[in-house]
């Protein structure tokens, strides 16, 4: 016997198209040229009409399949109504919001892990240093705004140096502790002012956000909307930065700045410092606040073989009546410190970056070993 040239299946899918049409309410057979279920039938299968009622023969023989009109009439009764089918209404389908997020997700990774070291060319040949601010607190009545213009006056007029701020520029206050405005002679409106006044007296090299900083800001950060209206040349970030310093004579200084570091130590507030540099990055060069005392600790690495120099800065805000309520001991003995980095000692960990717990001695120094450089000598050894 001769294999089927139906399948069960085909004889199956051909019946079912043809009850569509009937539940549609075509007749079976067309009456004066009127359209019919078959040729209906016949259009959706692809197929001519003779082949269509050649399919019908044989599912009739060979699977006892074959067109039920009373199976189309409760079809039609189980639909009382039918709905016109709408326009698209523009959502994206799963597959389109797969394909976008795909596009997206690409771009973020890439920005994400460039960010994860931002590379800083240097164009300035010769020594420089990098000059750390600690908390502001511009509009606390505690800030000590004599120092704090000193220092950006140091820095400003002092070529080489360059300037970083690790957060908390302003009290900001939010939630409970916004009671503490009315002790406060600043308004929120003047603090902007002060803040927009200090990120433009220098070209920071790193801006830093604070937990200050971040508080108020669910419908956006006004102080990042001033640094982009204000196209300054250095990064702005929350949550920790590192970068690398690439000096025109080929050394690099990798430096990693936060608001903090975790981990600390009631017997050394650089505690947190030395944590980073057995558990997290090696850097030359760590710099955070917060804390509102001041640390610092050199950590050498003999892999690799670097000297690394651990800076907690202080804060410019005086009188800190949370301090004296807590009894904690004053230990703000420096409000902002400074590393002078000498590309002529790239070849030595101890040589290469210096500390400095004051501005004008840093920017003393880094003045003095600019000129040797420019005359063609080195520091003496």
């Known amino acids: 016997m001769s294999a089927p040239t139906l399948t069960e299946d085909e004889a199956r899918r051909t019946i079912e198209v043809i009850e569509e049409c009937l539940a549609e309410g075509l007749p079976l057979t067309g009456v004066g040229g009127e359209p019919s279920a078959r040729q209906e039938a016949a259009r959706r299968l692809g197929i001519t009409p003779p082949s269509l009622r050649h399919r019908i023969s044989q599912a009739d023989s060979l699977y006892n399949l074959r067109p039920d009109p009373e199976a189309a009439v409760k079809r039609r009764m189980a639909e009382p109504f039918t709905f016109d089918t709408l326009p698209h209404d523009g959502e994206p389908s799963a597959e389109d919001l797969i394909a976008a997020l795909s596009v997206r997700h690409a771009k973020r990774k890439a920005f994400h892990d460039a960010a994860k070291l931002r590379q800083v060319r240097i164009n300035l040949g010769g020594p420089i240093a990098v000059a750390g601010f600690g908390d502001p607190h511009v509009d606390d009545k505690g800030c000590a705004w004599g120092d704090l213009e000193r220092d950006v006056r140091i820095c400003r007029d002092t070529l080489g140096m360059l300037a970083v701020d690790v957060g908390d520029n302003s009290n900001n206050w939010v939630g409970r502790l916004m009671r503490l405005y009315a002790d406060q002679e600043v308004t929120p409106k003047q603090s902007l002012q002060l803040i927009e006044w200090l990120m433009c007296a220098l070209p920071w090299l790193h801006w830093e956000d604070g937990n200050h900083d971040a508080w108020n800001t669910e419908k956006g950060d006004p102080v990042a909307i001033m640094h982009k209206m204000h196209k300054r040349l250095g990064s702005m970030n929350v949550g920790g930065t590192r970068l690398q310093l690439n000096l025109p004579v080929g050394a690099s200084v990798f430096m990693h700045v936060r608001h903090d570091f975790p981990g600390g130590s009631q017997f050394n507030?650089?505690?947190?410092?030395?944590?980073?540099?057995?558990?997290?990055?090696?850097?030359?060069?760590?710099?955070?606040?917060?804390?509102?005392?001041?640390?610092?600790?050199?950590?050498?690495?003999?892999?690799?073989?670097?000297?690394?120099?651990?800076?907690?800065?202080?804060?410019?805000?005086?009188?800190?009546?949370?301090?004296?309520?807590?009894?904690?001991?004053?230990?703000?003995?420096?409000?902002?410190?400074?590393?002078?980095?000498?590309?002529?000692h790239a070849h030595d960990p101890v040589r290469f970056v210096k500390a400095f717990f004051s501005l004008e001695e840093a920017a003393e120094y880094l003045t003095w070993r600019r000129h040797k450089w420019e005359l063609g000598y080195s520091s003496p050894g």
């Open 269 to 344: 507030p650089a505690h947190a410092m030395v944590r980073e540099t057995l558990f997290g990055f090696r850097d030359h060069i760590m710099m955070c606040g917060h804390r509102h005392h001041t640390g610092y600790i050199p950590v050498w690495h003999n892999d690799p073989r670097r000297l690394c120099h651990g800076f907690r800065l202080g804060t410019y805000k005086d009188m800190d009546h949370y301090a004296a309520e807590k009894g904690f001991q004053d230990g703000n003995w420096a409000r902002s410190m400074a590393a002078v980095i000498d590309p002529d």
